[in-house]
């Protein structure tokens, strides 16, 4: 929902590289047996990967042969491709990389082990490594840590806001980073400044930032361009071109009344913005037409049926569009550039059904270098680069270990209609080995946010976890769902419990007239998805044998005004100018949320209930859980309750994960696989 440590450089059981990095031990499994809970929720094998400027070094991020994930290096120009740990740390996890030149790194950690939220982006702290693992640099220090009061460094409320791309003639010694300033939780301003990676000095970047700015975006220069503000309910784009002298505004909006969101730009001064259409009634991508103010009429790319989700891919130069990821119901990317779309065309037929996700050097030209994440809704995927010159492929390695597509479900989107006609997106992730006409017992699984878009055609831990026990697992993009139009968004405003509620029981309605999911179901969610598990038991009984909830809101009033004694994360600004349209005013609304409150509707749950929540949570903090608990224990029916002690919103550590997922495991099973009516 809205929503220095011990430097080591082990290698233990790391791989040969190209294949690079290849599992250690691979466990052999026959088709009959069950599948560990373990390997849906391992660390994945290889979380990033970059090719280096040059494309002669490719930096991924791994846990092979550590309990951390640390920071790889290839080096493919020396005959047979060398490998290396260039950073790993004792006490934490590099999570975000980007390549400042073709020897030097800067990178972001947190420790993954920790479940008290440490993960936010201004707790990560900042460190520069040359590309072989020498001159290892701490920038920025991080919070709470023991090295914040260290003055050799910046501290920790400095944030990586952009790294250039290499300029002829220029050392690529510098980086952008901006020092931000907060009250009441939130953040009221970042300032950019130039960073050198090397020394640790900084210089002043005459940005003249305009009042409120939160967010930036650069060239490929590390040019400041775009200018985002925000001040109380109102939000604002700011534009500086290069040939202009100062910040010209572009538009002003109430914050959720935007009139159009910055995507991208170039080194010509090309704005990329997504805005709705009108007459589609869908958000498209369109270059904004400086001359009339607003975004071209003719849009660069329209995805009917989806709004549009995705980037623009800039080529290596920064100076123009080579074409645009995009996510409908499967991700793909449009090509304006004719010899990518050659590219494309070629890896599709090597590696065909399937997502085939392309970066490269020198694109399209006769000494290209590509990597390719290719991946499918059964696959993790793998990791691949390709060399032009040579037509030479290379595995670099898998994304998880021991994940056999073969046992994995099929995804899948449906797009049926609701009880009052909206179109309702529905996603199903249905068991292997299922009989032709035979259903599955279901597990209707509700999506957090509220304001988000959840599904897409890959591979999801949990969805294929349960998938594996025998589940159908139906995921609805109830409205109030982003991705879908602006209709659809807007039709959930302050319908949580009611129109909503409707949406997740309709699709379960659906799937049992299509004969997909038998009349045995529980319904099961996180965060919003919790409540939204809550108020299904609430609202359709007939309908679900169980519940399972976890960081669940069970009392609308308490998240939305916050209450002495209850610390949250919830800002201010959002309480007053967002929250009250989006879910409901507390006076205004008291009679429709006292309604919908799980809470002060416990003594309507009567199915067996699951609720789980981390100690350290922030957005929904442990109240919420206790407070049900203590009404549900009062109306006689107790919950299966578990607190995790150090996990905060959402399950990070590995035996947090495979814990819950066993606990899930019985009790799913003693309510769906019973003989028992």
């Known amino acids: 929902m809205f929503h220095h440590s011990i430097f080591r450089r082990a290698f233990k059981c790391f791989g040969a590289l190209l294949l690079v990095i290849s599992p250690c031990v691979v466990t052999a499994q026959t088709s009959s047996e069950t599948i560990p809970i373990e390997r849906f929720f391992q660390r994945p094998s290889l979380l990033n990967a970059k ?77 520069a490594v040359d590309a072989d693992g020498s001159a290892l640099r701490r920038l920025v220090s991080r919070e709470g840590k023991a090295d914040s009061a260290d003055g050799r460094m910046l501290k920790w409320n400095h944030t990586l806001l952009s790294v250039p791309q290499q300029q002829a003639g220029v050392r690529p010694d510098e980086i952008v980073i901006g ?34 700015t939160v967010a930036w975006m650069f060239d490929s220069k590390g040019e400041p361009r775009v200018a985002f503000s925000r001040v109380g309910g109102k939000a604002a ?91 409908t119901d499967a991700e793909d990317t449009i090509w304006f550039d004719d010899a990518m779309k050659r590219v494309q065309e070629m890896v599709d037929t090597q590696l065909p059904g399937r997502v085939n996700r392309i970066s490269c050097r020198r694109c399209g030209a006769e000494d290209m270098v590509l990597l390719v994440r290719s991946f499918s809704d059964r696959d993790p995927g793998n990791l691949y680069h390709y060399e032009a010159a040579s037509k030479r492929w290379n595995l670099v390695g898998n994304v998880q270990d021991d994940i056999d597509p073969q046992r994995m479900g099929r995804v899948a989107m449906h797009r049926i209609k609701a009880r009052d006609g909206r179109d309702l997106p529905v996603w199903l992730t249905q068991p292997v080995g299922l009989k032709a006409g035979q259903p599955a017992p279901a597990v209707v699984l509700v999506h957090g946010g509220p304001w988000t878009r959840i599904g897409s055609w890959e591979w999801e831990p949990l969805e294929q976890f349960l998938a594996s026990r025998g589940y159908l697992v139906i ?78 809101v069970t009392d609308p009033k308490l998240f939305l005004e916050g209450a002495w004694g209850v610390i949250d994360d919830i800002d201010d600004s959002s309480r007053r100018h967002m929250l009250p349209q989006l879910v409901g005013d507390v006076d205004k609304d008291a009679e429709m949320l006292a309604a919908n409150s799980p809470l002060l509707r416990a003594q309507d749950i009567k199915a067996p209930l699951m609720l789980a929540f981390g100690e350290n949570d922030l957005r929904v903090p442990l109240a919420h859980g206790e407070r049900l608990r203590q009404a549900l224990i009062k109306a006689g029916r107790p919950p299966l309750w578990v607190t995790y002690p150090n996990e905060a919103h959402s399950w990070r550590q590995v035996d947090t994960n495979v814990d819950f997922a066993r606990r899930m495991e019985k009790f799913l099973g003693q309510h769906l696989k019973s003989s028992t009516p």
């Open 51 to 127: 090719l280096s400027p040059s494309g002669d070094k490719i930096a991924l991020t791994t846990s092979r042969g550590d309990t951390r994930i640390g920071l790889i290096v290839i080096d493919l120009t020396k005959g047979s491709p060398k490998a290396h740990r260039a950073a790993t740390f004792s006490d934490s996890d590099i999570t975000r990389f980007d390549w400042v030149s073709d020897d030097r790194l800067v990178f972001s950690v947190v420790d993954l082990q920790d479940g008290s939220g440490e993960d936010s982006f201004f707790a990560s702290g900042l460190f």
């Open 237 to 327: 784009t700011h534009w500086h071109g290069p040939d202009d002298k100062q910040w010209r505004r572009l538009t002003k909006d109430n914050v959720l009344e935007i009139k159009f969101v910055p995507e991208a730009v170039d080194d010509i001064g090309n704005l990329y913005v997504t805005h709705n259409d009108a007459q589609s009634g869908f958000s498209v991508l369109s270059r904004f037409d400086f001359t009339t103010g607003k975004p071209s009429t003719s849009p660069l790319l329209v995805t009917p049926g989806f709004d549009f989700a995705g980037s623009v891919v800039l080529d290596r130069a920064g100076s123009r569009a080579l074409g645009v990821r995009v996510n």
């Open 475 to 552: 995921s609805p993009e109830f409205r109030g769902s982003t991705g879908y139009g602006d209709e659809h968004y807007r039709a959930g405003w302050k319908q949580w419990g009611q129109a909503m509620q409707n949406d997740v029981a309709d699709a379960l309605l659906w799937a049992q007239k299509q004969g997909l999911a038998s009349d045995k179901a529980c319904i099961a969610g996180a965060s919003y998805g919790g409540y939204s598990t809550l108020m299904g038991l609430v609202r359709h009984p007939e309908l679900y044998k169980c519940g399972v909830a976890w960081v669940a």
């Open 179 to 212: 020092e931000m300033y907060f009250n009441h939780k939130q953040v009221t301003g970042i300032t950019p400044k130039w960073l050198n990676v090397r020394t640790g000095r900084t210089r002043a970047m005459e940005s003249n930032p305009p009042n409120g």
